[in-house]
């Protein structure tokens, strides 16, 4: 294990939870945080202060994990009070996508019910998942919400349902999932969308490889439905995107990097989890871990060195500017390498994850009561508007929790981690053969 000079990956994430606990507002139904308790400047994301993208789902996440850690019971009440807002407040809920709404809602208050064994949370997020089956919508070719076939839409939606089922016992959920991923299947790319549609930032003809708004987080999905119920329809349909991820990406060596977008962003590479390399190497990963296809891992392999040989964390290059969250920083390159290494046991996965987390938690923000938060432009194109975020994919709550993850893989502790539904690698961070204590 690694000498760490200052602080440690577990006292990192507690420093971060006073900052978080700093924006923290009790009312007669719970706990809820301002996004950016900061009076220096706004948040990073606009939008649902319930969500589990920036708002209060995602940020009882890390409060479970980090009571998990510590075994500290206050962090556990820190989770209860806000999750048990959310089951009063979800029928106010409109969106019904994973990390902006409902969906993400329910897959938050199953696992606190699941981690603390609260009934009325199983229920609240029963109820809540029920409201997402009733709200499908009957399109030309096939069953859905939001039209669009990515993980930022239907998508996510259909994971969240999936995990539903197993977690809730609900079989009828996992009936709605397969139904609706149907229809995502029978797209000739699946996933490729034209710009636009919400994604302000990019030109209106721009198809988008990635993985939130794009063809690698929708072939994971059809891979993993391929997973469930082994219809040759959804591997066929995970192929047909991962071809045009293949065919779109830069490979030199043993290296693979993937455009953000196509045609106008082709020599920019993203390096994160939403529109860049660690979140298409969730797609490849997934698709060996049905198959079994030596290929897939292969492609795994290049994303991870294109990664490591990238210069990070030591430059900044376009594809990873000065943003360190779990959506397109640093704390997302923390969780791929974590993953890789339980997934593959290979050292130099962990030591570069290590590298990682030494840099982030040199660049917090500290000396004063307020806790640990990390300043950054989370907007690539807006590198004025610099925010201290504490919610889960843009700010403190996901950085705290890829710290924790590191934590256990690290430390060999066998403690379940909390990996949302399109996270394909082992949810105990250590690889079997070291918990067996055999050489790795």
């Not at 430059?315 to 704390?331: K, M, N, Q």
């Amino acid at each position: 294990m690694s000498a760490w000079p200052r602080e440690t990956p577990v006292t990192a994430a507690v420093t971060a939870a006073r900052w978080v606990r700093s924006a923290a507002i009790d009312d007669e139904l719970g706990r809820r945080w301002r996004a950016n308790p900061d009076p220096r400047g706004k948040s990073a994301a606009a939008g649902d202060g319930s969500s589990l993208y920036a708002g209060a789902a995602g940020i009882v996440l890390f409060f479970l994990e980090l009571a998990a850690a510590t075994g500290h019971e206050a962090y556990l009440e820190d989770a209860l009070a806000g999750a048990r807002r959310l089951a009063a407040t979800w029928p106010e809920q409109h969106d019904p996508t994973f990390y902006h709404g409902l969906a993400g809602t329910v897959f938050v208050m199953a696992e606190t019910g699941w981690a603390t064994g609260d009934e009325e949370l199983f229920g609240a997020a029963r109820a809540a998942a029920d409201r997402l089956v009733r709200a499908v919508r009957r399109f030309d070719d096939g069953i859905g919400w939001t039209g669009d076939p990515a993980q930022r839409g239907d998508g996510g939606i259909v994971l969240a349902l999936l995990h539903a089922a197993g977690v809730l016992g609900v079989p009828a959920y996992e009936e709605v999932a397969i139904e609706a991923g149907e229809r995502i299947a029978g797209l000739a790319v699946p996933g490729h969308r034209f710009g636009g549609d919400g994604c302000s930032d990019l030109p209106v003809d721009a198809v988008t490889p990635g993985f939130l708004p794009g063809t690698a987080g929708t072939a994971f999905l059809l891979a993993r439905l391929y997973g469930v119920t082994r219809d040759e329809r959804f591997l066929a349909a995970a192929r047909r995107g991962a071809d045009f991820v293949r065919t779109v990406s830069v490979v030199t060596d043993r290296c693979a990097l993937v455009p953000h977008h196509l045609p106008q962003g082709r020599r920019l590479h993203y390096l994160g989890f939403c529109s860049g390399s660690a979140g298409v190497a969730r797609m490849f990963h997934e698709l060996h871990r049905v198959t079994g296809d030596p290929g897939d891992l292969d492609w795994v392999e290049r994303l991870a060195h294109g990664i490591m040989q990238s210069g990070v964390p030591g430059s900044r290059p376009p594809g990873h500017w000065d943003v360190a969250c779990l959506c397109c920083g640093t704390a997302g390159l923390i969780e791929c390498f974590v993953g890789l290494y339980a997934a593959t046991g290979r050292e130099p996965y962990l030591g570069f994850a290590r590298a990682l987390a030494a840099d982030l938690i040199g660049r917090a923000t500290a000396g004063d009561e307020a806790g640990f938060r990390w300043y950054q432009a989370y907007r690539r194109l807006r590198p004025g508007e610099v925010t201290a975020d504490t919610g889960y994919m843009v700010g403190a709550a996901g950085i705290g929790t890829a710290l924790l993850h590191l934590d256990a893989a690290e430390r060999a502790v066998p403690r379940r981690s909390i990996l949302l539904p399109d996270n394909p690698f082992p949810a105990i961070p250590i690889p079997a053969a070291v918990l067996r204590g055999e050489q790795a």
